[in-house]
C-alpha cells in the first residue's frame, strides 16, 4: 500500500487539506494524523492532557511517542493507502526535534513526501485566527525559520528513502491544495 507524508509548519493547513484530500480520495485511503495517534498514547500513559502539551514532555517521552505513532502508521499502512498528516521537525521546549528518526521513518517507509506551505505572514493571521491550538507569540521571521527546517528535513528524508518531495501552496482556498494533493497522489504509479 502507499504511503504519502504531508507537513508543513504548525498553522500552515496540513490537517485541513488532507482532510479535504481524504474526501476526494477513493476508500481504499485513509488519512492518520501523527499528532493525534501520540496524543492518543500520551493520554493513555498520562503524560499530557491535550496535544499542545505534547511540546512540553522530556524529549526522551517524545521520541517514545514518536515511535508509537510510527508503528501504528506501519500497521495501518498494511491495510489501506494512507495520508499521514504530521510535522518533519517538531518544535519543543527543548529546541526542535525531528519528526522522524532513522528507525521510525523505516517503519512509515513513504512512497512520496508532499510539503505544504504559505507565506509566513498567512501562517502568523491563521495562527492568531485558531481557537483549537495554542501556538506561542512567533513572528514572521520565526516561522520563515520552520519553513527552511521543514524543507531541509524534507530533502533529509527523501535522500534517506529515495521518494520524491512535492511542494504544495496553501495560500487562499485550502479546497485549491487538497485538489492538487490528489492529483499527487492519483498520478502515482503513471
Known amino acids: 500500500m502507499g504511503v504519502t ?37 500520551a493520554l493513555e500513559r498520562g503524560l499530557t492532557t491535550d496535544r499542545d502539551g505534547l511540546g512540553r514532555l522530556p524529549a526522551r517521552e517524545q521520541r517514545l511517542l514518536q515511535r ?32 522522524f528518526d532513522a528507525t521510525t521513518l523505516a517503519d512509515v517507509a513513504p512512497d512520496r513526501f508532499v510539503v505544504v506551505d504559505a507565506e509566513p505572514a498567512t501562517v502568523a493571521a491563521r495562527r492568531d485566527d485558531a481557537d483549537h491550538r495554542r ?14 527546517l521543514q524543507s ?10 529515495g521518494a520524491p518531495v512535492r511542494y504544495l501552496r496553501n495560500e487562499d482556498d485550502p479546497a485549491d491544495a487538497a485538489a492538487e494533493l ?3 497522489v492519483e498520478s502515482v504509479g503513471q
Open 68 to 99: 508509537r505513532a510510527a508503528e501504528e502508521v506501519a500497521r495501518r499502512a498494511r491495510e489501506s493507502n494512507l495520508l499521514v498528516s504530521t510535522h518533519l521537525v517538531v518544535r519543543t521546549e527543548h529546541g526542535f526535534l525531528p519528526g
Open 5 to 41: 507524508v504531508v507537513s508543513g509548519v504548525p498553522g500552515v493547513g496540513v490537517s485541513r487539506v488532507c482532510q479535504l484530500a481524504r474526501r476526494d480520495l477513493d476508500e481504499g485511503y485513509r488519512l492518520v494524523n501523527v499528532g493525534d495517534v501520540m496524543l492518543e498514547a
Open 152 to 161: 531541509a528535513a524534507a530533502a533529509n528524508y527523501a535522500i534517506s528513502t
Open 135 to 148: 501556538y506561542g507569540p512567533e513572528d514572521e521571521h520565526s516561522i520563515a525559520f520552520q519553513q527552511q
Open 182 to 184: 490528489v492529483a499527487v
